[in-house]
C-alpha cells in the first residue's frame, strides 16, 4: 500500500515509511519526493534495517574499501513475505518460513577469498507448514519448492507440523543477517581486510519501529530547518537520528 500512501499522506504531513522493494525504491522515492516538495513536507522513505541500516553499512563500506565485494545474507530469522506466499497455496492452513545463511558461504566470505555465490550458494529456506485436514501434503511440497521468486532458487526444506506445534515452537518474529564488505588495500593489495556488520532480533517489527521512530526525529528536524522533499538513509547526518545534542554526543560516543 505504501506506493500509493506515502505520496498521498506527504501531500498533509512529514512522513517516514518502510517501503522495502528494493528494485522499486527509484520509481517511489520520484512520487514522495514530487507530493513532499509540492506541500512543503520532508518524507523519509525505505526506513529499517534492509532497506536502512544494513544500506547504510554497504554505502560505508564501499566508500572505505572501493575496490571489493559486497555480500548481504539475511537470518536466521522469519521472512513474512515467503511465509503468507505459503498460506496462500490451496490446503494451507497456517505457516512459518526461515531464512538461513549457508555457513559455508559465511566461511568463505569471511575469510577474505572473495567468492563468486549463487542465490543457492547463499541461503536455504526452511518450511513449517500446517495443513487443512484432508490436504495433499505432496502437492502442497511441490507447490512450495517450486514457487518462482520465493523458492524455486533455493534448497527448501519443507514440515509437515500441527497448529500446536506452530504456535508453541513458532510464535515470534526473530529475524537478522549480516553485510559484509571485503577489500584489499597496498601497492600490490596485498592487505586484506573485511567489513562485517550484524543484526540478530527477537523481534523483527519492533526492531523496525525503533528504526522509524530515530527517523521521525530526523524528519522532525529537517521541517524545523525548512527543509522538503524526499529523503533516504543516505541523506540524513547521524546526529538528526539522537535525542541527545552535538555536545553530548561529542562527548560520550565520539
Known amino acids: 500500500d505504501l506506493p500509493g500512501q506515502t505520496p498521498e499522506m506527504a501531500a498533509h504531513f512529514n512522513v517516514i515509511d518502510s517501503f522495502d522493494t528494493h528494485a522499486n525504491i527509484p520509481r517511489h522515492f520520484e512520487a514522495?519526493?514530487?507530493?513532499?516538495?509540492?506541500?512543503g513536507h520532508v518524507g523519509i522513505i525505505s526506513v529499517?534495517?534492509?532497506?536502512?541500516?544494513?544500506?547504510?553499512?554497504?554505502?560505508y563500506a564501499n566508500a572505505i574499501l572501493p575496490g571489493g565485494s559486497d555480500y548481504t545474507f539475511w537470518g536466521k530469522g522469519v521472512s513474512q513475505g515467503h511465509s503468507d506466499a505459503i498460506r496462500r497455496i490451496k490446503g494451507v492452513k497456517d505457516?512459518?518460513?526461515?531464512?538461513?545463511?549457508?555457513e559455508a558461504a559465511?566461511?568463505?566470505?569471511?575469510?577474505?577469498k572473495a567468492p563468486e555465490l549463487t542465490t543457492r550458494d547463499k541461503h536455504t529456506r526452511e518450511c513449517f507448514v500446517v495443513?487443512?485436514?484432508g490436504a495433499d501434503l505432496k502437492a502442497i511440497e511441490e507447490a512450495i519448492v517450486t514457487m518462482p521468486n520465493y523458492f524455486a532458487d533455493y534448497d527448501t526444506t519443507v514440515h509437515f507440523i500441527s497448529q500446536e506445534e506452530l504456535m508453541r515452537d513458532h510464535a515470534g518474529i526473530p529475524h537478522g543477517g549480516f553485510v559484509i564488505r571485503t577489500g584489499s588495500t597496498g601497492w600490490n593489495d596485498e592487505n586484506g581486510h573485511v567489513i562485517e556488520y550484524s543484526l540478530k532480533l527477537d523481534s523483527n517489527p519492533e526492531f523496525t519501529a525503533s528504526v522509524i521512530a530515530a527517523y521521525a526525529?530526523?524528519?522532525?528536524?529537517?521541517?524545523r530547518e525548512g527543509q522538503s522533499g524526499c529523503k533516504t538513509v543516505f541523506d540524513i547526518a547521524p546526529a538528526y537520528?539522537?535525542?541527545a545534542d552535538g555536545a553530548e554526543l561529542r562527548k560520550h560516543l565520539l
Open 32 to 39: 514522495v519526493d514530487r507530493a513532499a516538495k509540492e506541500s
Open 48 to 59: 529499517g534495517w534492509d532497506p536502512g541500516m544494513f544500506s547504510l553499512n554497504r554505502l
Open 95 to 102: 505457516a512459518r518460513q526461515y531464512t538461513i545463511p549457508v
Open 106 to 112: 559465511l566461511t568463505a566470505v569471511r575469510s577474505k
Open 131 to 133: 495443513a487443512e485436514e
Open 217 to 223: 526525529r530526523a524528519a522532525y528536524r529537517l521541517s
Open 241 to 243: 537520528l539522537s535525542a
